[in-house]
């Protein structure tokens, strides 16, 4: 009995939580996301990080209480990552991050202003390792050409994976790409460069099992 009173008022304050932090994105008429104005979502100027796919949270739910001069929104697609990340966060501690539930594509470009974010972090994408789901990496060309519009100039794109495939094939988007280049001489790093670096659950479990992390920087260049 006492448990199931513990999980009902954890289920009450998430569902509490959930108004504060999750943003519903709307479409107009013709289909495209309503663009978000972070200003009159944060009611400050503060500049903008977004993290896509948070995962369970520990990262945006850590870093921003480490950054409060930036304001974050995490994108999600799982609804169960969403909830995930909300048991992680309070008004109190987080007042500067939101969530989005959307399905992450090229049409990010449509959700926030152009030169509005100051920066992106992508931990552990999906690698979609068989060739016949190349297609469906969240890392190509119209993604990249959309966040292109909605970074600001020197901005910064910083990646881990712990797919080699996969890295190869990020670098080789993002270097081929008119609006990236690489921030350091090796674009692909075993170690982590970051400071405040924060292991996610998912790269805790990774390594106990071998896998290493491949970490990358990226930067928008001044056109």
Do not use: C
């Not at 950054?67 to 008004?91: C, D």
């Not at 931990?123 to 970074?151: E, G, N, T, V």
């Not at 674009?187 to 924060?198: D, G, M």
Request: charged residues 25%; proline residues 7%; aromatic residues 10%.
């Amino acid at each position: 009995m006492k448990r199931k009173k513990q999980l009902e008022r954890m289920q009450k304050t998430m569902i509490n939580h959930k108004d504060f932090f999750v943003i519903e994105p709307k479409m107009n008429t013709e289909g495209h996301y309503v663009r978000l104005d972070p200003q009159e979502i944060f009611h400050n100027s503060n500049p903008l990080l977004l993290e896509i796919g948070s995962g369970k949270g520990e990262f945006i739910s850590l870093f921003s209480v480490l950054h409060p001069e930036f304001n974050f929104i995490g994108l999600e697609s799982a609804e169960k990552r969403i909830n995930n990340t909300l048991k992680k966060l309070s008004p109190e501690q987080n007042p500067n991050v939101r969530l989005i539930r959307l399905h992450i594509d090229a049409n990010i470009s449509q959700l926030f202003p152009a030169e509005s974010v100051s920066g992106v972090f992508i931990q552990y994408p999906d690698p979609w390792p068989k060739r016949k789901h190349h297609r469906r990496r969240l890392i190509q060309q119209d993604f990249l050409s959309a966040l292109s519009i909605i970074l600001k100039p020197s901005s910064r794109v910083q990646i881990t994976t712990d797919n080699r495939d996969y890295a190869a094939w990020i670098l080789d988007e993002f270097l081929t790409h008119p609006s990236f280049i690489s921030v350091y001489d090796e674009p692909v790093l075993k170690h982590s460069p970051f400071e405040e670096h924060i292991s996610t659950f998912y790269e805790i479990e990774q390594k106990r099992q071998g896998f290493e992390p491949q970490y990358m920087l990226f930067q928008r260049i001044q056109e």
